[in-house]
């Protein structure tokens, strides 16, 4: 079925969005620089052959824009306007995915608003970081490179970001693509940027590791197995989340959603097709 044309935003929504397909709904969250159009193409028009597939700029990124204000991207604040944008048009439950930054968020939504969320997809992301003193100097950290964000504008800040080594295994794809995906994260404003990661950065989130037993969802946890942080990370949240699916995509770092996204669609689609039986497990509804 082709992917139908993106309905409006409607008035007062908290951040824009492309809202295509029809079927139960998939809230797509970007990662810190992202935007919707950080989802490959192909992932995009593969979830919307089945669902509804809301894919959204946050607040400080992409055609939302913003404002200089940290407390205007806490984590928090960030997971209720994203269940704003599922009131204002009228959906109960969604399957929430969220890359990164985003997957944080969607902890922090499956949380506070556990009835909102049906399934979760965690790729590459944690539930924060658990000891106080380790917060604090992340948040020393991230300072420290928000006000060079800010001196030094958001070119050297895509440039210093890309060539960070969580994002090494990135090399490896086609120079056009690293170009495209320079070009739309330099669409960003830096002071903008600066704010996020002073609101939203790991320094600054409250820590989830406590509340991941009491998550209901059914959650897939999506890391490369290039990526060995996150793969422990995974591991280790797969031990609180009895509910939880461990998948380790082969040959990929930290952007399984860039660097193969058939893959990232091998994963994520059956998962979002499984239902519950009387005793508690999963089946298949079908080929995906």
């Keep these: 079925m082709a992917e139908v044309a993106s309905r409006t935003p409607l008035p007062g929504d908290p ?11 998939v809230l797509l969250v970007h990662g810190f620089t ?3 159009e950080a989802w490959a193409p192909a992932i995009r028009s593969g979830l919307a052959r089945r669902h509804r597939l809301l894919a959204v700029d946050l607040p400080g990124h992409g055609r939302t824009g913003g404002e200089a204000d940290p407390k205007r991207y806490e984590v928090e604040r960030l997971a209720a306007e994203l269940v ?3 009131d204002a048009r009228g959906i109960d439950q969604a399957d929430w995915v969220g890359y990164s930054m985003g997957g944080r968020i969607v902890l922090a939504a499956a949380t506070l608003y556990p009835d909102r969320v049906a399934r979760i997809v965690l790729e590459s992301a944690s539930p924060g970081i658990a000891s106080e003193r380790a ?7 991230d300072e420290t490179l928000a006000r060079r964000i800010e001196t030094r504008g958001v070119e050297w800040f895509v440039d210093y970001w890309m060539g960070l080594p969580l994002f090494a295994t990135q090399t490896r794809l086609s120079p056009s693509l ?8 330099l669409q960003n404003r830096a002071e903008l940027l600066a704010a996020v990661l002073r609101g939203a950065g790991t320094g600054s989130q409250p820590s989830y590791w406590e509340a991941l037993e009491a998550i209901e969802a059914p959650m897939l946890i999506l890391v490369g197995a290039l990526d060995s942080r996150y793969v422990e990370i995974g591991a280790r949240m797969q031990e609180r989340l009895p509910r939880a699916f461990l998948r380790q995509v082969p040959r990929v770092g930290h952007t399984v959603h860039l660097e193969d996204p058939a893959r990232w669609l091998e994963e994520v689609v059956p998962f979002l097709h499984r239902r519950q039986g009387s005793d508690g497990a999963f089946d298949d509804e079908g080929e995906a």
């Design 15 to 25: 951040m824009q969005l492309d809202d295509v397909g029809e079927g139960s709904p």
């Design 34 to 36: 992202g935007s919707a």
């Design 84 to 86: 704003r944008v599922l």
């Design 135 to 141: 917060r604090e100097q992340r948040r020393r950290q």
């Design 178 to 185: 690293l170009s495209a995906e320079r070009a739309r994260r």
